[in-house]
């Protein structure tokens, strides 16, 4: 489990984990035993004790994540920050880029198809590799999944659940589109990180059933592996190294990961390490060109949220093109903040971008289309659009909502999250539809039938014939 502040002595870390997986350790005296299954993911976490720890996380406007955490100071953010304790931050993130291995998850009692997958996480002698937060290059699966098996897989853990939300995608009138290269099919979502969802976000109407990550996790990847996206945009990832890195490597992916440097995940007991951005890639598609991880600065100073930039090259035409995901800081009060992290991000964007490289953002900005930030992006000089503004009538107003929550303070429903792309290069050629109130139901988000509090959005992209 990871712990605040990391431990740095390499001594101590290697004597933890050969505990870890002894099952000596303190850590393992306080779980339950996982529950035995056959699937290929296993059981990697079955629910903590009864104990829900109170208040919100870090998903959605009106959360109630510790405002001051995301500066690395305590009080309110006009006070003048104390430059130790800013100090001490940073070396903490430092710290935690180079021990993100710190935890041994069981991934199930059984020898199963995936394990040569999953194993490579781990080193012979069990102890986790040191990852860095940065670009994996040329890493390729050692045993390749089959995306239809695993689908199968994944429908058969969840037969007793409830069918997950049916979605159809709206078909846009095309433009026209350069005939050389197969549409760009993007992901974007916030997932909920399985720390907060379990023991912070406090959703009242949500069975604490629904949210045990030995059958979540497949929730999450049926999703995935249904619409079987070129690109996916993750945010609230804490279960990268245990699942989705090694799982979705296995289908093809390249995966980078940058965590929130003081992430709410780590003052749960029960944790996974810290979440942060996620994005991933098809290689088979595209080729990296240059990859740039920030945290973004607000007020000139460092904060608790994150953004992933990459350039990649298209292998069909060689056309080059950038792909970024953030997750901007949530809760209400925190608007000109938002405004501020927002003009970071655009600044970096264009910096990257240069000369009218094409674009597309993914994101979890925790704004409403009324916000600054929301404004910052329709009119800034890299000429983006919203790709879901496209499901209306008039092609100008969002979605109604993209999370839907229910928590003691009453209920939540808003348009947070985004796809933003460059009018100039692409064109939208379709886009899934978002579910109904009535599909979703009395008790919203997150359910038994849907993983996260947030909906995903799926926008498929071709070149407009301007990049020929």
Same mark, same amino acid.
């Given at each position: 489990?990871?712990?605040?502040?990391?431990?740095?002595?390499?001594?101590?870390?290697?004597?933890?984990?050969?505990?870890?997986?002894?099952?000596?350790?303190?850590?393992?005296?306080?779980?339950?035993?996982?529950?035995?299954?056959?699937?290929?993911?296993?059981?990697?976490?079955?629910?903590?004790?009864?104990?829900?720890?109170?208040?919100?996380?870090?998903?959605?406007?009106?959360?109630?994540? +510790?405002?001051?955490?995301? @500066?690395?100071?305590?009080?309110?953010?006009?006070?003048? &920050? %104390?430059?130790?304790? *800013?100090?001490? !931050?940073?070396?903490?993130?430092?710290?935690?880029?180079?021990?993100?291995?710190?935890?041994?998850?069981?991934?199930?009692?059984?020898?199963?198809?995936?394990?040569?997958?999953?194993?490579?996480?781990?080193?012979?002698?069990?102890?986790?590799?040191?990852?860095?937060?940065?670009?994996?290059?040329?890493?390729?699966?050692?045993?390749?999944?089959?995306?239809?098996?695993?689908?199968?897989?994944?429908?058969?853990?969840?037969?007793?659940?409830?069918?997950?939300?049916?979605?159809?995608?709206?078909?846009?009138?095309?433009?026209?589109?350069?005939?050389?290269?197969?549409?760009?099919?993007?992901?974007?979502?916030?997932?909920?990180?399985?720390?907060?969802?379990?023991?912070?976000?406090?959703?009242?109407?949500?069975?604490?059933?629904?949210?045990?990550? +030995?059958?979540?996790?497949? @929730?999450?990847?049926?999703?995935?592996?249904?619409?079987? &996206? %070129?690109?996916?945009? *993750?945010?609230? !990832?804490?279960?990268?190294?245990?699942?989705?890195?090694?799982?979705?490597?296995?289908?093809?992916?390249?995966?980078?990961?940058?965590?929130?440097?003081?992430?709410?995940?780590?003052?749960?007991?029960?944790?996974?390490?810290?979440?942060?951005?996620?994005?991933?890639?098809?290689?088979?598609?595209?080729?990296?060109?240059?990859?740039?991880?920030?945290?973004?600065?607000?007020?000139?100073?460092?904060?608790?949220?994150?953004?992933?930039?990459?350039?990649?090259?298209?292998?069909?035409?060689?056309?080059?093109?950038?792909?970024?995901?953030?997750?901007?800081?949530?809760?209400?009060?925190?608007?000109?903040?938002?405004?501020?992290?927002?003009?970071?991000?655009?600044?970096?964007?264009?910096?990257?971008?240069?000369?009218?490289?094409?674009?597309?953002?993914?994101?979890?900005?925790?704004?409403?289309?009324?916000?600054?930030?929301?404004?910052?992006?329709?009119?800034?000089? *890299?000429?983006?659009?919203?790709?879901?503004?496209?499901?209306?009538?008039?092609?100008?107003?969002?979605?109604?909502?993209?999370?839907?929550?229910?928590?003691?303070?009453?209920?939540?429903?808003?348009?947070?999250?985004?796809?933003?792309?460059?009018?100039?290069?692409?064109?939208?050629?379709?886009?899934?539809?978002?579910?109904?109130?009535?599909?979703?139901?009395?008790?919203?988000?997150?359910?038994?039938?849907?993983?996260?509090?947030?909906?995903?959005?799926?926008?498929?992209?071709?070149?407009?014939?301007?990049?020929?």
């Amino acid at each position: 489990m990871y712990q605040v502040p990391a431990r740095l002595c390499a001594t101590l870390l290697q004597r933890d984990l050969l505990q870890l997986m002894s099952g000596s350790s303190p850590a393992f005296r306080h779980r339950p035993p996982p529950r035995k299954t056959d699937s290929a993911l296993g059981a990697s976490d079955t629910a903590a004790p009864e104990a829900a720890a109170a208040g919100g996380g870090g998903g959605g406007a009106g959360g109630s994540v +510790s405002a001051a955490a995301d @500066l690395g100071v305590q009080g309110p953010i006009s006070q003048a &920050p %104390d430059e130790t304790k *800013l100090r001490d !931050v940073v070396n903490c993130e430092k710290d935690r880029n180079g021990l993100q291995g710190d935890r041994v998850c069981s991934m199930g009692t059984s020898t199963n198809r995936l394990y040569s997958t999953l194993a490579p996480t781990i080193s012979d002698n069990g102890i986790p590799q040191s990852q860095e937060f940065v670009v994996e290059t040329d890493l390729e699966p050692v045993d390749p999944t089959d995306p239809n098996e695993l689908l199968k897989e994944c429908q058969k853990v969840l037969e007793n659940r409830p069918p997950r939300l049916q979605r159809d995608f709206f078909y846009l009138k095309k433009s026209s589109q350069a005939g050389d290269c197969r549409p760009i099919k993007v992901l974007q979502w916030n997932i909920l990180a399985q720390a907060l969802g379990e023991w912070k976000d406090n959703f009242i109407k949500c069975p604490r059933e629904a949210l045990n990550w +030995s059958e979540r996790k497949y @929730l999450i990847l049926e999703e995935i592996l249904t619409y079987r &996206p %070129d690109i996916l945009c *993750l945010q609230e !990832v804490d279960h990268y190294f245990d699942t989705f890195q090694p799982v979705l490597s296995g289908l093809g992916y390249h995966s980078t990961f940058f965590p929130k440097p003081l992430s709410p995940c780590l003052d749960v007991e029960h944790n996974n390490g810290p979440d942060g951005c996620a994005l991933f890639f098809l290689r088979e598609r595209f080729e990296l060109i240059d990859s740039v991880s920030l945290r973004l600065v607000a007020k000139l100073l460092q904060t608790n949220q994150v953004a992933i930039i990459q350039t990649v090259r298209c292998i069909e035409t060689s056309r080059i093109f950038c792909i970024a995901v953030t997750h901007l800081k949530a809760c209400s009060g925190w608007e000109r903040f938002r405004s501020s992290q927002g003009c970071d991000l655009l600044q970096n964007l264009e910096n990257i971008t240069g000369a009218g490289t094409p674009l597309i953002v993914c994101g979890d900005f925790n704004a409403e289309p009324t916000e600054d930030v929301y404004k910052q992006f329709t009119k800034s000089s *890299l000429n983006l659009n919203s790709a879901y503004k496209l499901l209306s009538e008039d092609g100008q107003s969002e979605p109604p909502f993209t999370t839907w929550k229910i928590r003691p303070s009453g209920e939540s429903c808003h348009t947070l999250d985004y796809i933003w792309y460059s009018q100039h290069a692409f064109a939208v050629n379709r886009l899934l539809s978002l579910p109904t109130e009535e599909q979703i139901g009395p008790n919203r988000l997150p359910s038994f039938h849907y993983p996260s509090d947030h909906l995903s959005l799926i926008c498929e992209f071709s070149f407009l014939d301007q990049l020929d």
